[in-house]
């Protein structure tokens, strides 16, 4: 294999187009469907299609055995110049962006095993102490990259917990973009809040008085408004394709340094809006070997219901559950799920072409973990294993154990946490009597001052608050 700087990527692939989830939605009440492609530029500035739809690669490349192995040993960035090299050949030099991604990943991505063969992927090591970060860097890099020197970007993006931090932080400090973030008031942990409220500079918060679901309903009505589009939104949510191409990397890293042989993998993912899953999905038709993706979800059980029963319901309004980042009834990153197995759901959640239910239950294994459960999966782990889980790892690795009980023991599994137990120290102490020790990243936050904009769940109000507090020009 040649070394990634040295491969020419351009004269080895196709060019890659991205096309609209609603591309085929004629006469769908008020939906005029996007038919064109763009490029991977337009797609991660423009953060969603014009027809609400979620944007798509027309083509999937596939990434040899022999390449994966051969990140073996190899530092985290090596897996992302091979996976993002692979889609971005033709769009970013190599040198660009190896640059990219260096400045995006300096920190490591620890395997630590649980029992066996079976590992927690930490994802929780970066700025904000969520796996969030990985996907919000090298967005970030990349779309200041991009950007036309002339032209303010306005980000606009909905958190259920981790994303808007991840996504401030990233975005702190890059020239001609400002970032607007909406969480939910109640629903996200007092140091998760603080992350949000104080992170400053060109990032702003707003505190909605509702669910995740109408932060993000706003932000999604937002995009198409003909009365603000001067105001070049894009999107840093996982609706947008910069989110979840950086979400396929840490799937390969991990196979790469576990595997034996040409092995398959169980891989768990703990999931919410379901772009971390979407980027296995995206690995497996690569040609990372995924026997099973398992996307266990809290007690919002849109999606194990669907896999069971056949018909989709969307859970309106979402619950509150433990792992709040996870409190999605109606998954953004469904669409696209839909899309690759053959069927297609709207923003709103109406189905208008079913996929292949069978294909999805063959590869994909989802179960609702409640939160009693979460409780004492967090406590058992510790007792027998002594590794602190916060929520979200809980229901992932819970996750696991459910499946590994349906369909017995598999070699090689992996489960994701997805923040650092230090986010959720109320709940850490009342469950194990110990409070986690804060990683650097979070040293501070409970001192740093800063105050969110309340708004209600009202478009009409977050317009004119958009209009009045957003600037167009450079």
């Known amino acids: 294999m ?30 005029t469907p996007f038919k064109g492609r763009v490029s991977f530029r337009d797609a991660l500035l423009q ?14 490349p596939h990434i040899s055995h022999e390449d994966i192995l051969s990140l073996k040993g190899k530092p985290y960035s090596e897996a992302a ?15 660009t962006l190896r640059t990219i991604i260096e400045d995006s990943y300096p920190f490591t991505v620890p395997l630590e095993n649980m029992v066996d063969r079976k590992y927690i992927m930490r994802l929780d090591q970066g700025p904000t102490a969520s796996f969030k970060d990985f996907a919000a860097r090298m967005m970030a890099r990349l779309m200041g990259h991009f950007r ?17 931090s991840a996504v401030g932080e990233a975005f702190k400090g890059i020239e001609g973009i400002d970032v607007t973030i909406l969480y939910p008031q109640g629903e996200v942990s007092e140091r998760q809040r603080k992350q949000l409220d104080t992170i ?38 996982s609706i947008n394709f910069g989110r979840i191409l950086p979400q396929m990397v840490y799937y390969f890293y991990a196979y790469a340094q576990l595997c034996r042989s040409g092995e398959g993998i169980v891989v768990s993912v703990p999931s919410g809006n379901f772009g971390n899953a979407l980027g296995c999905e995206y690995a497996r038709r690569m040609g990372l070997p995924v026997e099973k993706l398992v996307m266990p979800t809290n007690e919002n059980d849109e999606f194990p219901r669907f896999l069971e029963k056949g ?53 994909i294994f989802s179960v609702s973990i409640s939160d009693e459960e979460t409780k004492r999966c967090i406590k058992k782990t510790y007792e027998r294993h ?28 992996v489960s994701l946490e997805t923040a650092h137990p230090a986010k959720f120290p109320d709940e850490i102490v009342k469950l194990l009597g110990i409070a986690p020790e804060v990683p650097d990243s979070m040293r501070g936050i409970d001192e740093r001052k800063g105050n969110s904009v309340r708004l209600p769940v009202d478009y009409t109000v977050f317009r004119e608050y958009l209009r009045d507090n957003l600037k167009s020009e450079v």
Not at 3 to 30: C, F, H, P, W
Not at 47 to 60: H, K, N, V
Not at 81 to 95: N, S
Not at 314 to 329: T, W
């Open 148 to 164: 036309d020197s002339n032209t303010r970007l306005n980000v606009l993006v909905a958190t259920s917990g981790d994303t808007g």
């Open 47 to 60: 953060g969603q299609a014009p027809d609400e739809g979620l944007y798509m690669p027309d083509r999937i």
């Open 311 to 363: 018909t989709y319901e969307k859970v309106s309004p979402s619950l509150a559950c433990l792992s709040n980042a996870m409190n999605v009834g109606h998954p953004s990153n469904l669409a696209r799920f839909f899309e690759l197995y053959g069927g297609t759901v709207d923003r709103t959640g109406t189905v208008h072409r079913d996929p292949d239910i069978d294909a999805m239950r063959n590869n």
């Open 200 to 237: 400053g500079d060109n990032v702003k918060a707003i505190s909605v008085d509702g669910k995740f679901d109408d932060c993000q309903n706003l932000v999604k009505e937002a995009f198409p408004d003909p009365s603000l589009a001067y105001l070049c939104f894009t999107s840093a949510n």
């Open 2 to 31: 040649k070394l990634q700087d040295e491969v020419d990527y351009a004269a080895a692939m196709k060019t890659i187009r991205y096309y609209s989830t609603n591309r085929n939605l004629d006469g769908a009440g008020k939906i």
């Open 81 to 95: 110049m091979l996976v993002a090299g692979t889609f971005l050949a033709d769009e970013v030099d190599v040198g």
């Open 386 to 413: 002594g590794i602190v889980l916060e929520p979200h790892g809980a229901v992932g690795w819970r996750g696991l154990e459910t499946y590994l009980e349906c369909y017995g023991d598999f070699p090689l599994c």
